[in-house]
Nanobody
Framework: QVQLVESGGGLVQPGGSLRLSCAASGPILRINAMGWYRQAPGKQRELVAVITSGSSTNYADSMKGRFTISGDNAKNTVYLQMDSLKPEDTAVYYC???????????????WGQGTQVTVSS
C-alpha cells in the first residue's frame, strides 16, 4: 500500500503564506516525480507544480513567482511553499507521485487524500 500523507493546509489571510508537505511511504522502489494539483468547487483539477527526481521543476503560469516546489529524495517528500496567497487560490490541494511500486511492473500515479487551503479575510 503506497500512501501519500499531506499536511500544512488551513485558513490564511490574503497575502499570507502556507507551506504544504507530502510524504510518500510503502512499497516504493523508485519515484520519478512528485507534485501538486488543486481543485476548486465547480472547476477542473489543475496542475500546480511538479518536481522530478532530477530536480527539474515546472509551474502553472498563475503560480509562477509565488509558489515554490522542492523535494527531498531521501525522504520521498515534496514541499510546496505558497506566498502572496489570493482568494482564488482557495482549493483542495492534492499531492501525487509517479512511482515504481513493488514488484516493479511499471510506473503508476498515486494520490494523496487532499488538504484544504482557504484564503479569506
Amino acid at each position: 500500500q503506497v500512501q501519500l500523507v499531506e499536511s500544512g493546509g488551513g485558513l490564511v489571510q490574503p497575502g499570507g503564506s502556507l507551506r504544504l508537505s507530502c510524504a510518500a511511504s510503502g512499497p516504493i522502489l523508485r519515484i520519478n516525480a512528485m507534485g501538486w494539483y488543486r481543485q476548486a468547487p465547480g472547476k477542473q483539477r489543475e496542475l500546480v507544480a511538479v518536481i522530478t527526481s532530477g530536480s527539474s521543476t515546472n509551474y502553472a503560469d498563475s503560480m509562477k513567482g509565488r509558489f515554490t516546489i522542492s523535494g527531498d529524495n531521501a525522504k520521498n517528500t515534496v514541499y510546496l511553499q505558497m506566498d502572496s496567497l489570493k482568494p482564488e487560490d482557495t482549493a483542495v490541494y492534492y499531492c501525487y507521485a509517479q512511482a515504481l511500486d513493488y514488484p516493479g511492473t511499471g510506473y503508476r500515479t498515486f494520490w494523496g487524500q487532499g488538504t484544504q487551503v482557504t484564503v479569506s479575510s
